[in-house]
C-alpha cells in the first residue's frame, strides 16, 4: 500500500491567497519536471512569413516547428486575427478611429506562427528557423 503525504490549507481567506497556493504548487510541479529554472518557463516568438509563401508551405513550417526539441506549441494566427487584436489594443472603443479601414485590412499578409518554447533550445531553434526561406521576420 503506498501512503501519500497531504496537506490541508486554508485557502478560504480570498481568492488571490487561493490562486497563489495554486501557483505555488504549478511551479512545484514543473520545477520537478524541468529542474532548471531556464528550462521550466516558457518563452515567445512570432515568425512572420517571407512574401509569396504559399498556405501549403504555411502548414509546413508549422508541422516542421513542432517537431523541434523544446517547442511547447505552436499557433496560426490569421491577417484577421491580427487587425481584430490591434483593433482592440489600439482602438479600444474608438471604432469610428478603425472605421476607415472597414473594407482594407492595413495587416493583410501578416499572418503569423506563435511559438511557445523553452529557452535552452532557443539557439538551435532559431537558427533553424532563420535558414528557412518561409520565415520573413522573427520577433522574439
Known amino acids: 500500500m503506498c501512503i501519500r503525504e497531504c496537506s490541508i490549507t486554508d ?69 484577421d486575427e491580427m487587425w481584430n487584436k490591434f483593433k482592440e489594443q489600439y482602438y479600444d472603443e474608438d471604432d469610428d478611429s478603425a472605421e476607415g479601414f472597414k473594407s482594407d485590412n492595413p495587416l493583410s499578409n501578416s499572418d503569423c506562427l506563435e511559438i511557445v518554447y523553452k529557452i535552452k533550445y532557443e539557439e538551435t531553434l532559431f537558427s533553424k528557423l532563420e535558414e528557412s526561406e518561409e520565415v520573413g521576420r522573427i520577433n522574439k
Open 11 to 79: 485557502v478560504t481567506n480570498s481568492d488571490n491567497d487561493a490562486k497563489t497556493f495554486f501557483r505555488k504548487i504549478s511551479d512545484k510541479k514543473m520545477k520537478n519536471k524541468f529542474p532548471n529554472s531556464k528550462e521550466a518557463s516558457d518563452y515567445k516568438a512570432t515568425v512572420f512569413f517571407s512574401e509569396n509563401t504559399s498556405k501549403e508551405q504555411k502548414n509546413n513550417l508549422k508541422e516542421k516547428i513542432e517537431a523541434m526539441d523544446g517547442v511547447v506549441s505552436v499557433t496560426y494566427i490569421s491577417s
